[in-house]
């Protein structure tokens, strides 16, 4: 099952311990995230697969990642959201952002 989150409902999911998947690049993500998000690169979603459990929200920069990977996730049998507008989205919001610079990213 996949369902469209928005902003001001990503905290009802938390509450209901959903991991927060970040599938963009450690690079994109090291410059700002979601706080308590986990990044994993979409790239390497497949293999990681055995490692998830539901409920999970998908984030990416603008929404379109996101999508790619809640569907796979829904047809491998997760119950998954997709954050619209993804990080841009959160931010325009007022929500505030993470960031975890260091030996993999230069935050300027």
């Known amino acids: 099952m996949m369902q469209d989150i928005f902003p001001t409902e990503l905290s009802l999911w938390q509450k209901r311990g959903a991991l927060l998947l970040d599938v963009r690049s450690p690079e994109e993500y090291a410059l700002g995230h979601i706080p308590g998000s ?5 790239e390497r979603l497949l293999e990681h697969l055995g490692e998830l459990k539901s409920p999970i929200v998908t984030i990416c920069a603008t929404g379109s990642r996101a999508s790619l990977a809640a569907e796979v996730l829904a047809y491998e049998g997760f119950e998954v959201g997709r954050l619209m507008g993804g990080v841009q989205g959160y931010t325009a919001q007022g929500y505030p952002l993470e ?3 260091g030996k993999e990213a230069q935050c300027s």
């Open 38 to 42: 986990r990044n994993l690169p979409l």
């Open 99 to 101: 960031r975890t610079c």
